[in-house]
């Protein structure tokens, strides 16, 4: 038995907290005082050093093992109780570094399970190590146990998750995931709209802005339509449930996992390999997926339609006449800090933006308004073989890399061929954003035309009533279909000079507009 003044510290952990209410890590501290009081150890609140769902093997940094380590390195702390040694160390590298301390501090550790461990002498020193090399074998085991599991239920068709992905639940009864409605209609338009040219952050603005939430991070079983159509929960607690459910927010980094999650096409995954079937239905069609995955790579490659930092117009639409330069949105250094658009790269020319965007809105409304619903010669075809071809040269470009690699070839033995294959590459991707920039553009288009047909709403015949349609249609679309209707209809160019002459709008599909005195005042 250790005398009373000795000081003593009692350490408890649990790898996983499945339920959160840390019931083990409560057993384990109720034991382990029980043996310290038998040894006659007296262990106060301030030494009791706990890390609840943390694991011992992930390479994670321990905050209470560390803190109370470092007790024990200065010698305030000489006596460690824990349930069982496990509880300490699972890897033999954390052995050592206990051990390294113990020798010169003359740490003792008592365990509920496994009796004292003595590190100062070569007997307890063996004993920790038979113990560490137990806990390692059992934790191996453990794993490769559980990736077995993992990998049989991925190839049967089950999709095991922890928190609820969006456009899933999971039914309460035969435990499949099944579709939430809602979430899968925003899924579709997503994929779609990101397909068409729209950016990540341009679709994460939009979700917040209409309150749309993620399923990540919430409980796997519950949805917003759960909450409302809940029918014993009072006014109160669904109030609560429902400010819960919608506190949380869309991220890129959040959107980009959705994205990019191929298990929406109702695909089985193991370590990122298709293994099967899964035994839910899909939410998307493999073309749509295709059409995504072929969307993703294009961004890889080229500049997307959209400038993902893009908050105004025409910024990198508009051009400088004078050197032909793309000009951006920028902040003068004045008191009202006033937008312009600058010239990039020569500063030749700058012009207020509110005033050019003004022009430019006006000059597309004027296109819409005098353009056939067919003006896009893009709509309707087919992009397949366009990324089959982009897939075939990738291969090719494999193949010659393979070469090399087998020492079958030189590097300038293939160097004509990836010139060959770059050049094609680059055609086809030209070919491939025209026809994404025209199809995104027509689909604008004919569903503005489309609604102002509608009877009733407005008299055709009425120019001036159609055109002030379509200037709020046009004012309501998300910025990047703004830009992208802007880029399809009108050419912008800035020239030197003070007066408004100097802007010259170029219109690329209604060209009877482009007359000799009205460019600038479309």
């Not at 999709?159 to 499949?176: A, C, E, L, N, V």
């Not at 009733?456 to 159609?466: E, I, Q, R, S, T």
């Amino acid at each position: 038995m250790y005398s009373v003044c000795m000081v003593s510290a009692i350490y408890t952990r649990q790898s996983l907290d499945k339920t959160g209410d840390a019931v083990a890590v409560d057993r384990q501290l109720a034991e382990t005082r029980a043996l310290a009081e038998v040894n006659g150890l007296s262990v106060t609140d301030d030494f009791v050093f706990t890390d609840n769902d943390m694991s011992a093997t992930s390479g994670k940094p321990r905050p209470a093992f560390n803190r109370l380590l470092k007790l024990v390195e200065d010698g305030t702390v000489e006596t460690i109780v824990v349930w069982h040694a496990d509880r300490l160390y699972r890897k033999l590298s954390d052995l050592v570094e206990i051990t390294k301390v113990a020798q010169v501090s003359g740490l003792k550790i008592l365990t509920v399970q496994a009796g004292e461990l003595d590190l100062s002498t070569p007997t307890g020193r063996l004993v920790a190590g038979l113990l560490g090399s137990v806990a390692t074998y059992e934790g191996e085991h453990r794993t490769e146990r559980q990736k077995s599991a993992f990998k049989a239920a991925a190839t049967n068709g089950i999709w095991h998750f922890s928190h609820r992905p969006f456009g899933y639940r999971r039914d309460p009864g035969t435990k499949i995931p099944v579709v939430v409605p809602s979430e899968a209609e925003e899924l579709r338009s997503l994929f779609e709209r990101y397909s068409t040219g729209e950016s990540r952050h341009a679709l994460v603005l939009d979700l917040n802005k209409r309150g749309i939430r993620p399923g990540g991070g919430r409980p796997w079983h519950v949805t917003v339509e759960d909450i409302q159509n809940d029918a014993e929960l009072d006014e109160d607690q669904r109030a609560k449930a429902l400010l819960a459910m919608t506190t949380k927010t869309w991220t890129i980094t959040q959107l980009r996992s959705v994205l990019a999650n191929e298990r929406y096409t109702a695909v089985s995954r193991y370590k990122g390999e298709i293994v099967g079937t899964g035994n839910w239905d899909a939410i998307l069609t493999p073309e749509q997926w295709e059409k995504y995955t072929g969307a993703a790579s294009l961004r890889k490659t080229v500049k997307s339609s959209f400038s993902r930092t893009a908050t105004s117009l025409l910024s990198g639409i508009l051009r400088c006449s004078v050197c032909n330069g793309k000009m951006y949105q920028r902040q003068r250094n004045d008191p009202a800090k006033t937008k312009e658009y600058s010239c990039w790269e020569n500063h030749c020319v700058s012009i207020k933006a509110s005033v050019v965007d003004v022009l430019a809105a006006r000059a597309v409304v004027s296109s819409l308004f005098l353009a056939p619903t067919s003006l896009v010669s893009g709509t309707g075809h087919d992009t397949t073989s366009l990324t089959e071809a982009l897939s075939h040269i990738d291969t090719q470009r494999k193949e010659q890399h393979g070469l090399t690699r087998d020492n079958l070839a030189t590097a300038s033995d293939i160097r004509p061929t990836l010139v060959r294959l770059q050049a094609e590459e680059v055609e086809l991707l030209a070919r491939l954003e025209k026809i994404k920039l025209e199809s995104v553009g027509a689909e604008v288009l004919m569903g503005m035309k489309s609604d102002l047909l509608s009877p009733g709403l407005v008299p055709w015949d009425d120019g001036a009533a159609v055109k002030s349609q379509l200037k709020q249609r046009f004012e309501k679309l998300s910025l990047p279909r703004q830009r992208t209707l802007t880029r399809l209809l009108i050419d912008v160019t800035v020239g030197k000079g003070r007066d408004l002459s100097r802007v010259i709008i170029w219109h690329k599909v209604v060209t009877t507009l482009n007359g000799p005195q009205d460019e600038h005042d479309a």
